[in-house]
């Protein structure tokens, strides 16, 4: 017997950038979408969240996209239009409930399934912190940090119903890329040129990198995400990037894109030689285009960031050439730990190691797409907790 | 109260009506992460165990017991034997003590928990000084920025430290978080 599917809150609190919003919003879709859950989603700031969802109306307090229920997350909205929980509420992120909310935890006969969904992580304490259901010690309720991660024994990666084969589809579709990169503005697949995707963060060592190309005269096409690296860009060509853009500079063409949609993202990242990469969404983004990465880390105080970023490194890279393996942790030393950026090696030496990146990235990828997804092991971990609650 | 961080092993909480000694903690933290707290509990009425895992700022109603000044003395089967200044002897069960198991040594130095008149559980002293029994050769030239490594203490428990630290050297331990702190003074 088919087990109907669990209602879910999510409550979003939007940090900085958009990538907390961003990754919500593709979870909230593969549950709702692959998962046929009912999925209401709280986001508190709409200006950040229309970014990534051109379609979304910021008057409206209420409405339905993409088969998401989404909420404007204020004190008043709450106030008038929560009125009861659904089979499981989440805390994206470390965000705090409204205090409507975690009042109402306690006032369903059988509570609702209560989850902090946590960063991912590849570190190996993951493994056993992930999913523990706990006694919450002020409402006598249980509460889970569940963490999305890359092995088997934590909450998986949002990994949508087909990704993988459209993605495959797309990479064996010279015709259907190239369609795909004239509608945004880039132009075709070129033999002999190298195709980079950059999209970083303000204090990644950009311009020493850009030195590194045009030292290797190998034509390269950077494209750059819109608002991204604007300073170090405009320093290192002496124009100011403008969105549709292209200069030339050198072996380099400066490619500006206009600002993309996730599903024009993920083709960027899978049309790409060697994808750029920021924060968690993207570098997951990056692991199913099966193409190489550098993952820029979300930089914390006390270097709390390095050994997440070495850890991934270890599980995502563990077989690869260890000359490659070298060139690569070096680079992303360099681009990620303070202090570093006159180390920069020469960047024809990680342009001659894309082959065997690639190869390696292609066959990481499928492996990693075999376990199941983050959705899939959520709604199994709450159909779990509801049996055990009766 | 207590922030889930300042909970040590051989703390006493109360939830949801019982009485909880914690027998482990564990921290942790990494990138964006909040930094969490994973317990191994032990139920004062019961014996039954549990566990959880929590972010660290969150409160817990601890119980304040009484504390006794002891050195550890010697392991008795699964007993623990602690001694007073007055020579008086303590008996603590290996169930009630695992996280001080990674550290402890003949005539360490510790405070016994009490409950009910009963030894109950150690709390560790914050920072401790322990030999480094073995730990690989630090990697010459090594510039990858990963500049810790694993070394094991006499007990058998390990912990990451420097590159730059070498067997039989001393270092200096923080018992909450397991974590290297420096090289130990020389007396």
């Known amino acids: 017997m088919t087990l109907p599917a669990p209602s879910i809150d999510i409550f979003c609190h939007v940090v900085d950038n958009l990538g907390d919003v961003g990754v919500c919003w593709r979870f909230c879709k593969a549950l709702a979408r692959d998962q046929g859950c009912y999925v209401r989603l709280f986001v508190d700031d709409f200006d950040a969240f229309a970014k990534i969802e051109p379609s979304l109306d910021k008057t409206r307090e209420i409405q339905h996209i993409e088969s998401v229920e989404v909420f404007h997350w204020s004190h008043m909205v709450i106030d008038r239009l929560y009125h009861g929980c659904a089979d499981a509420v989440i805390e994206a992120f470390a965000c705090h409930l409204p205090d409507k909310v975690n009042d109402m935890l306690t006032l369903k006969p059988v509570p609702p399934v209560w989850i902090d969904l946590e960063y991912m992580s590849a570190e190996s304490w993951v493994d056993t912190h992930h999913a523990i259901v706990s006694l919450h010690p002020s409402t006598g309720l249980n509460k889970t940090l569940f963490f999305p991660g890359f092995t088997e024994r934590t909450g998986g990666l949002t990994r949508e119903k087909g990704l993988i084969e459209a993605r495959q589809a797309f990479q064996a579709d010279i015709t259907a890329q190239n369609q795909w990169r004239e509608s945004v503005g880039i132009p075709a697949r070129q033999d002999g040129v190298t195709d980079i995707s950059l999209f970083c963060y303000g204090v990644s060592p950009v311009e020493p990198f850009l030195r590194g190309l045009a030292c290797s005269g190998q034509p390269v096409r950077l494209m750059i995400p819109a608002g991204v690296a604007t300073d170090a860009l405009t320093r290192f060509t002496g124009v100011r990037p403008v969105p549709g853009e292209t200069v030339v500079h050198d072996n380099i063409n400066f490619h500006n894109l206009i600002f993309l949609s996730q599903d024009d993202y993920d083709r960027l990242l899978w049309s790409c030689d060697l994808n750029f990469v920021r924060g968690e969404d993207s570098l997951v983004r990056s692991v199913w285009a099966g193409n190489p990465m550098i993952w820029d880390i979300y930089k914390q105080p006390e270097r709390a960031h390095i050994p997440k970023l070495w850890a991934f490194h270890d599980h995502f890279w563990a077989g690869l050439d260890p000359e490659c393996r070298e060139i690569l942790d070096f680079f992303s030393a360099m681009w990620n730990e303070e202090g570093r950026q006159d180390e920069m090696i020469p960047a024809h030496r990680l342009l001659a190691c894309l082959p065997a990146l690639r190869d390696h990235a292609r066959r990481r990828s499928l492996e990693q797409a075999a376990q199941d997804d983050l959705a899939t092991r959520l709604v199994a971990f709450i159909r779990e907790q509801m049996k055990n609650q009766g | ?187």
């Not at chain 2, 889930?4 to 109360?14: C, D, K, Y």
């Not at chain 2, 914690?22 to 990494?30: G, I, Q």
């Not at chain 2, 660290?56 to 017991?65: G, I, N, Q, R, S």
């Not at chain 2, 000084?129 to 390990?158: F, N």
């Open chain 2, 1 to 187: 109260m207590k922030f889930a961080q300042e909970l040590r092993s051989g703390n006493v909480i109360t939830m949801n009506g019982n009485l909880l000694l914690v027998t482990k903690s564990e921290f942790s933290k990494s990138g964006r992460n909040a930094s969490v707290m994973k317990f191994k509990f032990r139920n004062l009425k019961t014996g039954s165990p549990s566990e959880g895992v929590y972010k660290t700022d969150e409160k817990f109603d601890d119980v304040m017991l009484e504390h006794k000044e002891v050195k550890y003395s010697y392991a008795d089967g699964d007993n623990y034997v602690f001694m007073d200044g007055e020579y008086n002897q303590f008996e603590v069960s290996k169930d009630f003590m695992e996280d001080a198991l990674k550290y402890l040594e003949e005539e360490m130095p510790c405070e016994i928990v009490m409950y009910e008149g009963k030894p109950l559980s150690i709390e560790l002293p914050v920072k401790l000084v322990r030999e480094v029994i073995y730990t690989e050769p630090a990697v010459k030239g090594d510039t990858s920025g990963k500049v810790m490594k694993p070394a094991r203490l006499a007990t058998g428990h390990e912990i990451a430290v420097p590159a730059f630290i070498e067997i039989g050297e001393k270092i200096e331990i923080d018992t909450r978080t397991d974590e290297y702190v420096s090289r130990a003074k020389v007396a």
